[in-house]
């Protein structure tokens, strides 16, 4: 392949449009969207009937997609987030179905809109003005914005019932900090009542309300696995029979696979969850009445059903692959039959130019072969980790360890430009859900906490050399650590922790100084992330200062890339700043034994093309100069 091939090839895949929220609006006819179709993520309007796109907003909305918008009731205008540049410090417009705005809500702090009154006259939003997120009510009528929660612990998950008299919402008043419970309170935040739907200890969340209000569907994990409940909110919570009177729930699930509950159907007498198996996410419908499932039939990868029917009374639904880009799709329940309302784009390429990933297990201890250079670990509970090895076809192949953010995530057979990138340039890519990914249960969860840089970078250590013990056209001599956010700080402390194992490394928006981030984080990840993680700095100081991959820079023996945007309000580019001044203190030279790059116009990713190229072009440059790789077939131009 030519140069200007391998050019065209990165071009090609970084413009690879994307879709992010889909929504049909309330009569079904229209179904809104994020699309970056025009190279900017920007507001589309789509016809389901003849799948034709029209772009409603020109440069208004985020650049890349932190929140959502919602339709306002009437179905004559979209309520939507507004931000500068990336930092997710946003105010709430409203955009007519003509392209005019107007600002609705617009304080200090962050703001995210949860839900819109059926009547179309109440915004619910949580914000951090005041510190912590906290819900707020806004009145469309008057104005006037009320406060309605004032806790410690951040508030969120907030939905309005039907009539607009109450609101449910998550938090935590206990000083068991992997705790949350839901609450029910009347709309002025009075009268708030916990449902005591879990156990102390345990994460439960309200989802959505029945038609008619007096039923709460809610998740839950405290079985472990985690499970839909229906609450039902007939007697105590609304005063008719006592604030002290028990909740009934009726559970649904959680015995044999992580499920979470997503809303009702229309007419209440049915509810939509996702269901997952391994690397695979799958709707199910259950019967509210008999508890019958039902699985959706999608092909093995990610699918979910958006809120809201069609006016044909068709599901709309989001599925891809690995190898199969999203798609919009009407989901006849009748038949099973699908119909795609939006295709997913390929540009020059064909679902063939891309590659499926092997599932691959491993038992791990925690305690990988190769030697721990900044801390020491009996070995820990052992546990069947599994993993996603994309085979780029070359041989031999430089292995890219690719571990995921969150933490609370879990890597998925979804379509990823990145990952498909790295293969057509050589390189092969393992992604493993180690300890502490999602998918597993709320255990597997808290195996994570207090113990960051423990165990679960022993479960990607182990992950690579299981893979390179197991296929001999891996080249141990070229395996590179690659990861952003959480996946950074993976990044950052595998090349402190295990040197002997990567001849290079890349840390992209990611962390390196566990007390900076504490102090400079978003207040509701300081509280719901550090603190619920890894708990008071002031008092578990060791661990700390013991798992911060910056005080250890001197173990690093192979090139790094930092890569951070200056407007990053989740992982602050102090970050990036702390760990460069390390390196420079330890004697490290900039441009020979680390590279460094701040992105302008940029926080916690973005959704830009021409962003997208330029980060693909950072990494590309850099692979290519500190390891290198011969081209292949995987996504070619070639005919």
Same mark, same amino acid.
């Given at each position: 392949?030519?140069?200007?091939?391998?050019?065209?090839?990165l071009?090609?895949l970084?413009?690879?449009?994307?879709?992010?929220?889909?929504?049909?609006?309330?009569?079904?006819?229209?179904?809104?969207?994020?699309?970056?179709v025009?190279?900017?993520?920007?507001?589309? $309007?789509?016809?389901?009937?003849?799948?034709?796109?029209e772009?409603?907003?020109?440069g208004?909305?985020?650049?890349?997609?932190?929140?959502?918008?919602?339709w306002?009731?009437?179905g004559?205008r979209?309520?939507?987030?507004?931000?500068?540049?990336?930092d997710?410090?946003?105010?709430?417009?409203?955009?007519?179905l003509?392209? !005019?705005?107007?600002?609705?809500?617009?304080?200090?702090?962050q703001?995210?809109?949860?839900?819109?009154?059926e009547?179309?006259?109440t915004?619910?939003?949580?914000?951090?003005?005041?510190?912590?997120?906290?819900?707020?009510?806004?009145?469309?009528?008057?104005?006037?914005?009320?406060?309605?929660?004032?806790?410690?612990?951040?508030?969120?998950?907030g939905h309005?019932?039907?009539?607009?008299?109450?609101?449910? %919402?998550?938090?935590?008043?206990?000083?068991?900090?992997?705790n949350?419970?839901v609450?029910?309170?009347?709309?002025?935040?009075?009268?708030?009542?916990?449902? !005591?739907?879990? =156990?102390?200890?345990?994460?439960?969340?309200?989802?959505?309300?029945?038609?008619?209000?007096?039923?709460?569907?809610?998740?839950?994990?405290?079985?472990?696995?985690?499970?839909?409940?229906?609450?039902?909110?007939?007697?105590?919570?609304?005063? =008719?029979?006592?604030?002290?009177?028990?909740?009934?729930?009726?559970?649904?699930?959680?015995?044999?696979?992580?499920?979470?509950?997503?809303?009702?159907?229309?007419?209440g007498?049915?509810?939509?969850?996702?269901?997952?198996?391994?690397?695979v996410?799958?709707?199910?419908?259950y019967d509210?009445?008999t #508890?019958e499932?039902?699985?959706?039939?999608?092909?093995?990868?990610?699918?979910?059903?958006?809120?809201?029917? $069609?006016?044909?009374?068709?599901?709309?639904?989001y599925?891809t692959?690995?190898?199969?880009?999203?798609?919009l799709?009407?989901?006849?329940?009748?038949?099973?039959?699908?119909?795609?309302?939006?295709?997913?784009?390929?540009g020059?390429?064909d679902?063939?130019?891309?590659?499926?990933?092997?599932?691959?297990?491993?038992?791990?201890?925690g305690?990988?072969?190769?030697?721990a250079?900044?801390?020491?670990?009996?070995? %820990? =509970?052992?546990?069947?980790?599994?993993? $996603?090895?994309?085979?780029?076809?070359?041989r031999?192949?430089?292995?890219?360890?690719?571990?995921?953010?969150?933490?609370?995530?879990?890597?998925?057979?979804?379509f990823?430009?990145?990952?498909?990138?790295?293969?057509?340039?050589?390189?092969?890519?393992?992604?493993?859900n180690?300890?502490?990914?999602? #998918?597993?249960?709320?255990?597997?969860?808290?195996?994570?906490?207090?113990?960051?840089?423990?165990?679960?970078?022993?479960?990607?250590?182990?992950?690579?050399?299981?893979?390179?013990?197991? %296929?001999?056209?891996?080249?141990?001599?070229?395996?590179?650590?690659? #990861?952003?956010?959480?996946?950074?700080?993976?990044?950052?402390?595998?090349?402190?922790?295990?040197?002997?194992?990567?001849a290079?490394?890349?840390?992209?928006v #990611?962390?390196?100084?566990?007390?900076?981030? %504490?102090?400079?984080?978003?207040?509701?990840?300081?509280?719901?992330?550090?603190?619920k993680?890894?708990?008071e700095?002031? =008092?578990?100081?060791?661990?700390?200062?013991?798992?911060?991959?910056?005080?250890?820079?001197e173990?690093?023996?192979?090139?790094?890339?930092?890569?951070?945007?200056?407007?990053?309000?989740?992982?602050?580019?102090?970050?990036?700043?702390?760990?460069?001044?390390?390196?420079?203190d330890a004697?490290?030279?900039?441009?020979?034994?680390? !590279?460094?790059e701040?992105?302008?116009? !940029?926080?916690?990713?973005?959704g830009?093309?021409?962003?997208?190229?330029?980060?693909?072009?950072?990494?590309d440059d850099?692979?290519?100069?500190r390891?290198?790789?011969?081209?292949?077939?995987?996504?070619?131009?070639?005919?």
């Amino acid at each position: 392949m030519s140069d200007t091939d391998d050019a065209d090839v990165l071009r090609e895949l970084a413009s690879l449009p994307t879709i992010a929220s889909p929504r049909a609006s309330p009569d079904g006819e229209t179904i809104a969207l994020y699309y970056d179709v025009t190279g900017r993520n920007e507001l589309h $309007l789509l016809d389901p009937a003849d799948g034709s796109v029209e772009q409603l907003s020109d440069g208004e909305v985020p650049r890349s997609v932190r929140a959502g918008f919602e339709w306002d009731p009437a179905g004559d205008r979209l309520f939507y987030h507004r931000d500068e540049d990336g930092d997710e410090q946003h105010d709430v417009w409203a955009m007519s179905l003509d392209g !005019e705005t107007e600002p609705v809500v617009e304080m200090d702090g962050q703001i995210y809109l949860l839900d819109v009154g059926e009547a179309g006259e109440t915004l619910l939003f949580c914000s951090n003005r005041d510190g912590q997120m906290n819900l707020y009510r806004h009145d469309l009528p008057s104005g006037e914005t009320t406060k309605l929660t004032d806790h410690e612990r951040a508030a969120g998950s907030g939905h309005l019932s039907p009539a607009g008299d109450r609101v449910a %919402y998550s938090t935590n008043e206990t000083d068991a900090y992997e705790n949350s419970d839901v609450y029910v309170a009347d709309i002025d935040g009075s009268n708030a009542r916990n449902l !005591e739907i879990g =156990e102390r200890g345990a994460e439960a969340r309200p989802v959505d309300w029945g038609p008619d209000g007096d039923r709460l569907l809610v998740s839950d994990n405290t079985t472990d696995l985690g499970r839909s409940g229906i609450v039902d909110l007939s007697g105590g919570v609304d005063g =008719e029979t006592g604030d002290d009177a028990a909740v009934d729930v009726t559970w649904f699930g959680g015995d044999e696979f992580e499920e979470s509950p997503s809303h009702f159907l229309e007419g209440g007498d049915r509810f939509v969850a996702s269901r997952t198996r391994g690397a695979v996410t799958v709707p199910i419908v259950y019967d509210a009445e008999t #508890g019958e499932a039902r699985e959706l039939d999608f092909p093995a990868g990610v699918a979910s059903v958006t809120e809201g029917r $069609l006016s044909d009374d068709r599901l709309l639904a989001y599925r891809t692959t690995s190898s199969e880009r999203p798609e919009l799709v009407a989901y006849d329940l009748a038949s099973d039959a699908t119909e795609t309302v939006l295709d997913a784009e390929y540009g020059p390429f064909d679902p063939d130019d891309f590659v499926e990933p092997e599932v691959v297990t491993f038992e791990s201890d925690g305690v990988p072969e190769t030697p721990a250079r900044a801390v020491d670990h009996d070995p %820990y =509970e052992t546990f069947e980790i599994e993993g $996603l090895l994309f085979d780029s076809g070359r041989r031999p192949s430089p292995l890219i360890v690719n571990p995921h953010g969150g933490p609370r995530h879990h890597d998925s057979r979804r379509f990823s430009y990145r990952v498909q990138f790295l293969l057509s340039r050589g390189y092969s890519v393992l992604q493993a859900n180690y300890r502490g990914s999602t #998918g597993r249960g709320r255990e597997f969860v808290e195996e994570l906490y207090d113990d960051w840089g423990g165990a679960e970078q022993g479960d990607v250590a182990v992950g690579a050399e299981r893979v390179l013990d197991a %296929y001999d056209w891996l080249d141990e001599d070229r395996v590179v650590v690659y #990861g952003g956010s959480y996946g950074g700080y993976s990044a950052n402390w595998q090349l402190v922790q295990y040197p002997d194992l990567y001849a290079a490394g890349i840390t992209w928006v #990611g962390v390196s100084d566990l007390f900076d981030m %504490y102090e400079n984080t978003m207040p509701h990840f300081r509280t719901e992330l550090m603190v619920k993680n890894l708990g008071e700095p002031d =008092e578990n100081e060791a661990i700390y200062r013991e798992r911060s991959p910056v005080n250890y820079v001197e173990n690093i023996d192979a090139p790094l890339l930092i890569v951070h945007g200056v407007n990053d309000p989740r992982v602050p580019v102090s970050q990036a700043r702390i760990l460069r001044d390390a390196l420079d203190d330890a004697g490290f030279e900039e441009g020979v034994d680390y !590279e460094y790059e701040e992105l302008g116009e !940029e926080g916690h990713g973005s959704g830009d093309i021409d962003q997208k190229i330029r980060s693909l072009e950072l990494l590309d440059d850099f692979l290519d100069r500190r390891i290198g790789a011969e081209r292949t077939a995987v996504a070619s131009l070639d005919d």
